[in-house]
């Protein structure tokens, strides 16, 4: 069985669990006091999707707006991004668009973008609502999750839903060799709603 190899950035504000998420994809581990990344930091997992396998390069970028100079480093040639946000924190689902807009300007042709609300375990506290980010979701076409790291609510799913996006390696060859790439790739995924 042959292994794709998919370089995927992880985006957002900071604070908004995006180191969380990877610890629970990569080891299934949450620690509640995680530091803030500096810079950017990388982990790798392998993933088995529909008698396909994947090996993510994971890189979670650093939130704070000191670093936003070195994402085009970390997102250029990416596979795919999950961006994300703090259901939470509203101001957060404003700087997801922020980076929507930067990378459909200045990204990979053919990203595969995922938007994850985070921290959907604290339902009380919620600014963001569902059907609002579900809605920007389809509008950029984006695949959409609500998550909780704290939970595994979903992560794994995310995951799981950006491996079926991924176009086909002999049509980016193609693509590629004939200095064209025409992407409009399917609707959004829809997981299950968070709490």
């Given at each position: 069985m042959a292994l794709r190899e998919v370089k995927v950035c992880l985006l957002g504000e900071s604070g908004v669990g995006k180191s969380s998420i990877v610890q629970r994809f990569v080891h299934d581990t949450f620690k509640?006091?995680?530091?803030?990344?500096?810079?950017?930091?990388?982990?790798?997992?392998?993933l088995t999707v529909d008698e396909k396998t994947y090996k993510y390069q994971i890189w979670d970028t650093a939130g704070q707006e000191k670093y936003r100079a070195l994402a085009p480093m970390y997102y250029r040639g990416a596979a795919a991004a999950v961006i994300v946000y703090d259901v939470t924190n509203e101001s957060s689902?404003?700087?997801l668009k922020d980076w929507i807009k930067e990378l459909q300007r200045h990204g990979p042709q053919e990203i595969v973008i995922a938007i994850a609300g985070n921290k959907c375990d604290l339902a009380d506290l919620r600014e963001v609502q569902y059907k609002d980010a579900l809605a920007y979701a389809e509008q950029t076409n984006a695949i959409f999750v609500?998550?909780?790291?704290?939970n595994a609510t979903n992560v794994s799913e995310m995951f799981e839903a950006i491996c079926r996006k991924l176009p086909d390696e002999d049509f980016l060859q193609s693509s590629v060799n004939n200095d064209r790439i025409n992407l409009k790739g399917t609707a959004t995924t829809k997981k299950k709603k968070c709490c």
């Open positions: 509640p006091a995680l530091e803030s990344t500096i810079g950017a930091s990388f982990m790798s997992k392998t689902f404003g700087v609500e998550t909780s790291a704290k």
